[in-house]
């Protein structure tokens, strides 16, 4: 088992990195004024960012499986940015290869069985739609971009554009672009 | 007005860094078996991860307005994250100065009302708990954590601890780890 060896190289790693950081008061105001819906895929993690020129203040990033708009906690999350934070517009970057888009319902059970999940709970939801599955990485770009756009709160003038980027070589693709 | 002026800035920043970038295959599963819960704020965007030694293909990442679970979107993600692709170990990691610790319910209504959100949608939500207001940071870790926890789709095994960052220094502070 593994049980608390992340927190413990965590706490380790902190500790060094404190030593050598320079205390520095930023803005919680976005400086590029910009909000990014985006997946949670461990392959964007340290990665998306410096492949879009995006540093430390300049957006807010909101992660999820699959930049998927399943519950309202996406449009929640891009209404605070706009209302509370100044952002002023929003993409939604998904990515090639994405679990989200090759959920196997049955092999996913039987994982939770394994794992000791209630044979009562997972009989009582379809484990495809509760987990968030999505039909296509492309597809369900302009589904969350949609999704955002329709909201009540979300206001008309801010543009929300879908793009999609490519884990291996790091190329980003405009999907739609809201003009 | 800034209307894709974002878009333009973030698709150049790429197609530099696609000129350097060596392809690279990695795999979707993560090597430290860890996911993270936190925050959406732009203080912590590219900060988080080198703070807490964390790299590319090491962890998956979930973020949104205050690292809340308002809605069951953070447990989705987190059991997803579990039970497909191998993570072992939880952390919830808020930080202080939270803007979700700080939202003034009338300041955020005239707010949505000048950028022309509905008078009827606003009068039929309470904008509080609609925007996932926080108590107080440390506060809701705690929430946070029990409420994965307490998820039958989360197996007992799994640690999910609770932590706070400070976004002026960088340090990392245990609330609770998980045996």
Not at 42 to 61: Q, S, V, W, Y
Not at 129 to 140: C, S
Not at 156 to 161: E, K, R, S
Request: charged fraction near 30%; include cysteine; hydrophobic fraction near 45%.
């Amino acid at each position: 088992m593994v049980i608390n060896m992340m927190l413990e190289e965590v706490l380790k790693a902190n500790e060094e990195f404190v030593k050598d950081f320079e205390p520095k008061k930023l803005s919680h105001m976005p400086q590029k004024k910009l909000a990014i819906v985006t997946c949670m895929d461990t392959r964007l993690t340290g990665f998306l960012e410096p492949a879009i020129g995006i540093g430390r203040g300049d957006a807010k990033i909101i992660k999820n499986a699959g930049n998927a708009a399943v519950d309202r906690d996406v449009v929640r999350s891009v209404a605070a940015a706009i209302h509370a934070l100044g952002v002023e517009e929003v993409m939604v970057i998904g990515h090639y290869d994405c679990g989200m888009a090759n959920v196997d319902p049955e092999k996913l059970e039987a994982n939770m069985k394994a794992r000791g999940v209630d044979d009562k709970v997972l009989s009582e939801v379809n484990l495809k739609e509760w987990i968030g599955a999505i039909d296509g990485e492309e597809e369900n770009v302009m589904v969350v971009v949609e999704k955002i756009k329709e909201s009540p709160f979300i206001p008309d003038d801010v543009p929300v554009h879908g793009l999609i980027i490519d884990l291996y070589d790091g190329k980003l693709k405009v999907l739609a672009k809201d003009e």
